[in-house]
């Protein structure tokens, strides 16, 4: 699968937009990563879930993968510059219509109140975008044509 790769795709076309309002990156793997308290507004960006459509009848297994992601987004507080949603809104402006590798346009799917401490509030925002699964068939699948062998005869057709 190409989640890292998506992941990376969103990282970077974050960065390129937003990074002068928010510290664009992968959400860490260890907990030992995670830098808390932070200093800038951030978005932190991970693969969540996929759903799978019904398969099309074409010979091949082909099936339509719908993709979520989940961006995590913190601030130190909730309006106005370097806010919380002045982050999302330049997030939204960034990536609705962006196509990661392998996958269609991002839209929008959700955008909701996560947590709130002394010193931070904290969004998420699921994104998606589509793309199409195919059977990876290596086997040849051409038809293969037969020469009469040598102990035909040309009388043997007639």
């Keep these: 699968m190409f989640f890292e790769v998506q992941e990376i795709d969103i990282v970077t076309k974050l960065t390129a937009d937003i990074s002068a309002a928010a510290d664009v990156q992968l959400l860490p793997e260890t907990q030992a990563d995670f830098v808390k308290p932070f200093s800038k507004s951030r978005v932190l960006v991970?693969?969540?879930?996929?759903?799978f459509a019904d398969t099309q009848d074409s010979g091949f297994v082909?099936?339509?993968?719908?993709?979520?992601?989940e961006l995590i987004i913190q601030a130190r507080k909730l309006r106005g510059s370097g806010g919380i949603y002045a982050i999302a809104e330049a997030v939204r402006k960034s990536l609705v219509g962006f196509s990661p590798t392998s996958g269609d346009k991002i839209y929008l799917v959700k955008?909701?109140?996560?947590?709130?401490?002394?010193?931070?509030?904290?969004?998420t925002m699921t994104v998606a975008f589509k793309s199409l699964i195919i059977e990876d068939y290596s086997e040849n699948t051409t038809p293969v044509l037969l020469t009469p062998s040598s102990t035909y005869t040309d009388n043997a057709y007639n």
């Design 111 to 123: 955008f909701v109140f996560t947590d709130r401490t002394d010193a931070e509030w904290s969004y």
């Design 62 to 69: 082909a099936q339509q993968e719908t993709e979520q992601f």
């Design 46 to 51: 991970c693969y969540k879930q996929s759903e």
